[in-house]
């Protein structure tokens, strides 16, 4: 019936049976049918009253079955032409949400920093772009940038889906600078209302280590690594692990140990 409707408005015979087929392709879970017949109707049928429509449901689809590339091409097209479509935020969210699953860094940047200040304050979207943009920065290497990003989103959306994340973010930035005893303060938080994060945890223990071990306090450092090691034996974070045991073992005089973890760290680096 809204199809009908539609092709009362002004929507060609062949755009509403293009339509209805992708409809009926994701009903029955096709995703990558209903993608590409939007496609269609994006190259072909541009013309159409429905065009709003049918390019947010290209974006969606997109950033379902496609790459990041290709949802950000349309979705900008989609804020280009319909700045001002109710559907404009869902589209803004898709297309951060896709870059940043993708961790591609550097479109994240590209994308988040020019859309961050049209975003209303208290807004999901101000929410998730704040997150995505001090994260990129944050995974490019840009620490000094990064940090106020992470203070604003920590301080602005405390109930954010993205807080633990955020949490860990800001005191791993704090590390990356240097900035041990600060670090350490978020780190020992995270520690004690994150515990159920267990993704972080590896690399929040890695990092109180590195405190530790920066204002001397061998032993609290060690104790961290070897839950790290024993816990999360898997994490990408082991053989770093594995390498500053060794040096804090060297540093205490414990030679033989030192040398087992240094042997440990160059296995997990050698796969």
């Known amino acids: ?107 994240c940047i590209e994308v988040a920093t020019p859309m961050l200040d049209s975003l209303k304050p208290d807004s999901p979207e101000r929410d998730l772009c704040l997150h995505v943009l001090g994260a990129a920065l944050f995974h490019s290497g840009r620490f000094a940038d990064a940090l106020p990003l992470l203070e604003k989103h920590a301080e602005a959306h405390p109930d954010s889906p993205f807080a633990a994340a955020t949490a860990w973010l800001l005191a791993a930035d704090l590390t990356a600078l240097g900035r041990w005893q600060e670090a350490a303060v978020l780190l020992d938080a995270f520690l004690e209302q994150h515990a159920a994060e267990r993704e972080l945890l590896p690399l929040v223990l890695l990092d109180r280590a590195k405190c530790h071990h920066h204002e001397k306090q061998f032993h609290e450092a060690l104790a961290k690594l070897t839950r790290l090691v024993s816990e999360f034996p898997e994490s990408e974070a082991t053989g770093e692990a594995f390498h500053l045991t060794g040096e804090i073992e060297s540093q205490l005089g414990a030679k033989d140990k030192a040398i087992a973890a240094h042997e440990s760290a160059l296995g997990i680096a050698g796969k």
Request: charged share 20%.
């Open 1 to 107: 019936a809204e199809l009908e409707n539609q092709s009362a408005s002004g929507i060609t015979a062949e755009a509403l049976k293009l339509s209805g087929v992708a409809l009926i392709h994701e009903r029955f879970g096709n995703i990558r049918g209903a993608f590409a017949i939007y496609q269609e109707l994006e190259a072909d049928h541009s013309t159409s009253t429905n065009r709003v429509q049918n390019l947010y449901h290209l974006v969606r689809t997109a950033a379902l079955v496609s790459s990041g590339a290709e949802t950000r091409r349309h979705a900008e097209e989609f804020l280009k032409t319909f700045p001002a479509s109710p559907q404009a935020q869902a589209v803004r969210r898709i297309l951060l949400t896709k870059l940043h699953g993708e961790r591609d860094h550097q479109a």
